[in-house]
């Protein structure tokens, strides 16, 4: 089978490999569909942050299940999100179901061979099926929109509540999608980036400018200097750490969403601001798949295409023949990226043909309406 193989600092290249060893309890082969890009991704590939190598990766995956499960909750023909984290049966923390906080654990794409690849053996407990009609392209961001509900779902919402995202990539945009899922009245989302402001507006947002200012003072200017309720941070820096905290209203709950990338120094007036207003500073890791039905990931495939906006996301759709390339371009920032999937399955690659019709045909019927307007 052919697959994206990293085999070192700003090396990869599309090679034939063998097909995945079985993995986990009741593993299941799956043909990958389609895989998003992280920005681990892009860490990995380009100054080597992970486990080492060779490595296939990618842990945002969908696919279509090659054969019946071992319990038969799975078809074949069945469309799937994979759940990434394989947990280790014998920690404690798997046994009240937080793969994702045990001290061991395998994970797709980072410890272990990922989704770049046409074909994976997967646990069956590690596949949810997606909804008829559900897109092998939206399946792959059932992992991005999972860490965000786990995230927002640590907040309390109270009344009439407000909220403050800091940052607006695709993790920052589930989130302000899930505060308002889940009943936020009023949500703001701040970014340097006048596109991805752009699409948050798209999406019902209001926007702050940060170029034009902090994020906190922008948002207590907004909010007639009272904060709000529920502050995410979603950027993954020590600026915008501090930022998130600062912007809270009294009783305000911050959730730190973002890894950061930079170190952060608490000042003391940041601390009295804590201790005098009693925020509550929510940490949050990854997604839980259990218990089943009311977990993370069920939630995200059952509001995917109706509450749930994930197609607007989505800036670009490749080949995996073109992994280098790509990621080279991601990881040098030479174009603008909000979120990049790799369509690996014949299937995934006739959406993206059918999506691009679609979108010609919107534009040229916008062109001839215009035109008639004249």
């Not at 069945?78 to 049966?89: H, K, L, N, S, T």
């Not at 009439?160 to 703001?188: C, D, E, K, M």
């Not at 804590?274 to 997604?287: C, F, K, S």
Request: aromatic share 4%.
């Amino acid at each position: 089978m052919k697959a994206a193989v990293l085999r070192g600092v700003r090396d990869i290249a599309v090679l034939d490999v063998p097909l995945p060893e079985p993995v986990g309890i009741d593993p299941v082969l799956v043909r990958i569909g389609a895989v998003g890009v992280c920005g681990s991704d892009v860490l990995r590939f380009g100054v080597g942050k992970g486990y080492g190598f060779p490595l296939v990766l990618g842990h945002e995956m969908s696919g279509t299940v090659e054969e019946d499960s071992p319990s038969g909750a799975l078809r074949a023909g069945d469309r799937v999100a994979i759940f990434p984290c394989i947990p280790d049966a014998a920690d404690p923390m798997t046994e009240i179901g937080e793969y994702t906080l045990a001290e061991k654990y395998d994970y797709f794409g980072s410890r272990r061979d990922g989704g770049l690849e046409e074909f994976l053996r997967v646990p069956e407990r590690n596949l949810v099926k997606l909804p008829e009609g559900t897109t092998l392209i939206a399946g792959a961001l059932v992992e991005p929109a999972g860490v965000a509900l786990h995230a927002v779902r640590k907040a309390e919402v109270p009344p009439n509540a407000s909220a403050l995202v800091i940052g607006a990539g695709p993790i920052g945009l589930f989130a302000a999608q899930w505060l308002r899922i889940l009943g936020v009245v009023r949500v703001i989302v701040s970014d340097v980036d006048e596109r991805k402001r752009a699409v948050a507006q798209h999406l019902g947002f209001e926007t702050l400018d940060a170029t034009t200012g902090p994020s906190d003072e922008l948002a207590l200017a907004a909010t007639g200097g009272r904060g709000v309720d529920i502050a995410v941070e979603a950027s993954g820096l020590g600026i915008t750490f501090l930022q998130a905290v600062h912007s809270a209203a009294h009783r305000g709950q911050v959730i730190l969403l973002g890894d950061l990338s930079t170190d952060v120094a608490l000042p003391k007036e940041t601390v009295s601001r804590i201790l005098r207003r009693e925020l509550v500073l929510r940490g949050t890791w990854n997604a839980v798949i259990t218990p089943r039905v009311t977990n993370d990931w069920e939630m995200v495939v059952a509001c995917l295409g109706r509450t749930l906006k994930v197609d607007d996301l989505v800036s670009h759709v490749e080949e995996l023949d073109d992994a280098p390339e790509v990621f080279a371009r991601l990881a040098d920032r030479a174009g603008w990226s909000n979120k990049t999937i790799f369509a690996v399955s014949a299937d995934a690659l006739a959406e993206r043909a059918a999506a691009l019709e679609a979108s010609l045909s919107a534009s040229l019927a916008g062109s001839l309406e215009k035109a008639g307007a004249r």
